[in-house]
């Protein structure tokens, strides 16, 4: 639960509980931090739009401690988002009937059924808003720096948005219903969204991250480096279950002289030079885009009669789950891979000591 | 250069340095230590074979500390192994002309000049000697738990495998020489990889690791779960591109209605039941073989003319770099893969309090 | 800010603030949590006694996650408690009156200015809340081991309580009022204060600590020992100055003939005998009781005028610290001890697998 | 074995095994390294001087990784020192007669009978060396900075040096002989010590570090603060039992109109002014010098006849323990002491960001 090591940010919280946040150690005193910002962050995850779950959570983050007259202290911040619109009635099958493709089973073995596992327990993508939140403090650390942190969705299904570095910034309605900076590719992927509501279904999706104007050298090596470290917390974003940098698996099919991008000289130093040429090697940005695309699987929970192990009969019976779930994940997921790279980025940024020159 | 939190590995050594190797804290005492499957381990990765580096090198691990009489103390196990086999003069271009596709010259600027280049330094693959090394210490822990894990060759170039779980395993020449259970696809990796000898190139690679016998329950969530802890681990072995977990990429394509795994009753308890059904759910274990795959660029170093930058003078010039490397990664990277992944199991059966039945 | 390795507390909160309280990490699922002894613990410490600043807060403790139905579930439990009585007003000194002994200046120079200096800010002795509230969801873990952690001041001024190990359990007026277990000293010790009181100064004490029951070999070696781990801790409750095991001080005059125990065999096993024989060698429990001086300076807030420099101008001036606070330290510090030995200790017990066996 | 955060040292290694040695991690790219400095160093605490154990090694370290043509490249630095004169055959009586004062008993319990006892094990000062060896590399960040760190012979049995502020740097036979800067005192030190050795037995003493220029608000708070950092580390010295900072035990018998410094102004800033004033608060430098005492019991093995348990037996039976000991531990543990200040403040100036102006 906890993610980084010189801005560290422990989660906590479960979906039915009291609460949901997170505790932020590390950060440097005197970072600004804007109310307005960190609700609007908190706003492009929050449950109850289009596509996504019904839940109602206005998900006002209070700050109560680390943070004073507008300032970071230095001091550890608690963000805590308070829980209101919990229906735990609808997970009254639980704990003998576990959800298909749900950690409901795994979690209650592992925690000899103490934990609480209405909602998904603090298994729950509810406790990404805690990361949201965290990584809405260490905006200011990108801003005094050069680099940049933009994901949109790249795939619902089979539609596919053109490259992220060809597209303008998201705005208007599209991207406000789905998140797609293709406007072309999101008028599609809505509809195929739509087309999922009417039959029952859900969909698998993928998003792309774009990490730009990191400078020659920024990262870690080996277990720290940035893909290594990337890797590790987008994939503990519920559902992803894949994960490509640079050219990604397509790699796997080039030839050496093909995939090698040759250093040039560009007007503020060196730059590898190549299709998708590779923003990290070894850990270490090399100047030019990191480019990552993370796959989410369809989302577990569908509006349909499924079946499972009834774990009190051992017999297999149907279940109907309720709740108030999604039809995907990526149009949600793009504020959680920004907030999770920014998160990343900000605990190298102090660890290699490239966020003092402020 | 840290592994692990229960048992924490760090590597240490340069490739043309004095040695390289790894410092295991956390083992338990009383783990028997066999030099034997040690020395047999380390011959999987090493250099020196049919389609691997020509450097050659012995590989002799010596255990300097934390083993009694056969048997692990609980404190520190030093692991070193000697560099002795070190050609240095192939780097005389370095610092002034990076290697395209190499970490060179983002370690030039990260470590302002001051660390050893020569043969990629302390980012060289030669540093998961190190890793093969410290896992093999943890088989035990893998012996008397019920899991297993394995891996081959899934892929080179566009020649892939069939299915690892459909596969005997690995024996005789085809494996031998490459490291691909199956026979009929093996034989076509040779030829391809014999053609890029001649060539004077080098291809792109993947390789497959399944895990299986996970207890229900095994493992953590969030950040350190499986899925994410494997990410972090394997996205570390150098020129690694992508990690697909269960169905991978393909989740992203499908309807929830089928990714969907039914929990059923197997003879010894609940299981996940569907086509490469998703081993890992939530960071846990679900009974279901856990399906990794790791995609791997193409060697960067190729036995051809390439161009760089001049850091000196500003200009680009060609750079042939003599050195002796792979023109693949996969075969030599299965030991890796396999050792790594044992790590990060052995880490989390401390953790989760698996491994003390014993 | 974070107090352990396995189960690891972390402090937030100011003194002026909305809150203090802790994040507590690593707490095995299943250890059931009683409010009522949560609140008395918190009593313990709480200010507002005969001898304790003045200031009231109820110190209601709000459990907001990791715990259900009674219960721990093995993930994050935050524990919150709110700052009622504040009067930030009395702190208008700060930050250009610098008062003598406290951190206010070193914290200025530290955070650049950042930090909320009012009431000690993060410095101040009310965090200590967070360790006790933490310590008291550790009890269980105790109890179903066989240790016991006991203390009781040791001393006020130059008036010192009869050793530890012959006193019975505190109770009565004088414990009530003094915490002291040896009633003749307690009414002295409170002689004292009042003297104190009436003199406008505060004075020095120290707390003695008794562990006793811990099996042979608990604990860890060197850095993470049983006395380094102790001295670590205990240090950090603001105002200790000194810490002594065993015979202390005292053991550097003695000779090793004297100071030497000899093991002998005991009823359930060897045990050192010796007048204050060691409770722990090498980090690691011997058997015998562990004894544990620890030593408060004198409260720095003391009724009276004093000199400080105003930053301001420069010059010296004099200051009245209006303020509710202490003039002796050791009566609150008893229940901080306990706690943070408690902490100490069922972290050492989750890392040596001692807690295992329920 | 692990110390510090930012600099990270791991000790390794047994007495009776090949080598000791530590893995230091963390250490910033760049810092020089000098070999005569660093033999120098470990020439001071080796065994084998006027009241040293009479083993004799030269204590040799070998840099194997982390350092490039004489400057750290901010990899890991592997130092090890070979063992060299073992005579194990004097630790037959091992492990069924486990020695009184020392931890082989409870080292025994605590890794179930698979550590090597011979010597101490793991748990033998030997194991200092690592320390002091990885401190040397340290000197520059000291050097570059403005604070010092010195210590000397505070006390042998009832003998005591003036107070080491007051005193010159340590030189000349006296210093050579027994490391106390108060030659008068340290005169009759080695007669004590001569006396004990002619009575076969050992003496307690006391070391005093002096810790002076850091600037005012160098350290952290709470845990990591400079107090209980270095209670921590030096707690974990084998054979310290007691630790006093400024005023130390004294403290808890003074008053606060006593004990308060004023802040006063100095040439460079405001400073605390009182009789051996603070020089930390809150775990914060105030900019007066840091001033601690370290108490040592006696050495445990002393050449007359002890008695012990025998464990196979169950019997009480004498035990001579031959081996080659030291009658006092304070001479060559002031280079120990030094050296874990030195690691200690280096860690904090990194985290602090204090170490950079360079």
Not at 53 to 68: F, P, Q
Not at 193 to 222: A, H, N, T
Not at 250 to 276: C, I, Q, Y
Request: glycine share 10%; net charge negative; charged share 25%.
């Amino acid at each position: 639960m906890r993610l980084g090591e010189e801005i560290a940010v422990t989660l906590f919280g479960e979906s039915h509980g009291a609460v949901v946040g997170a505790l932020v150690e590390g950060m440097p005193a005197g970072i600004s931090v804007d109310a307005q910002s960190l609700a609007k962050d908190l706003s492009q995850r929050k449950p109850g739009g289009e596509f996504a779950s019904k839940r109602r959570e206005d998900d006002e983050c209070h700050i109560l401690s680390g943070v004073n007259e507008g300032f970071t202290t230095g001091w550890p911040i608690l963000l805590l988002i308070a829980n209101k619109d919990v229906r735990s009635s609808d997970y009254s099958f639980l704990p003998n009937h576990p959800r298909p493709g749900h950690a409901d089973l795994p979690e209650l073995a592992r925690t000899r059924g103490y934990s609480d596992l209405r909602g998904g327990g603090a298994n729950s993508a509810r406790l990404t808003a805690g990361l949201v939140a965290a990584a809405n403090i260490c905006r200011p650390i990108e801003a005094t720096s050069d680099w940049q942190v933009e994901a949109h969705v790249h795939s619902i299904g089979e539609v596919s948005s053109a490259e992220i570095e060809t597209l303008p910034l998201g705005e208007g309605e599209v991207w406000d219903r789905i998140r797609c900076r293709d406007s072309a590719a999101g008028v599609k992927m809505i509809e195929l969204v739509e087309q999922m509501k009417v039959e029952q279904d859900s969909i698998g999706s993928s998003v792309e991250l774009r990490i730009s104007g990191l400078p020659l050298g920024f990262g870690e090596p080996w277990f720290e480096g940035l893909e290594p470290a990337l890797a590790n917390a987008l994939m503990a974003i519920p559902a992803a279950r894949a994960i490509e940098f640079g050219r990604g698996i397509s790699a796997s099919v080039m030839r050496g002289s093909e995939h090698n991008d040759t250093w040039f000289r560009a007007s503020d130093g060196p730059l590898p030079v190549g299709e998708k040429a590779d923003g990290a090697l070894g850990g270490m940005a090399t100047g030019a885009d990191i480019i990552v695309k993370l796959h989410f699987k369809p989302p577990s929970s569908i509006p349909q009669e499924q079946v499972t192990l009834n774990l009190d009969s051992g017999e297999v019976e149907t279940l109907f789950v309720a709740g108030r779930h999604d039809p995907v994940i990526a149009p949600r997921a793009v504020a959680v891979v920004e907030s999770v790279a920014r998160l990343v980025l900000s605990d190298l940024a102090v660890k290699g000591g490239w966020s003092q020159d402020e």
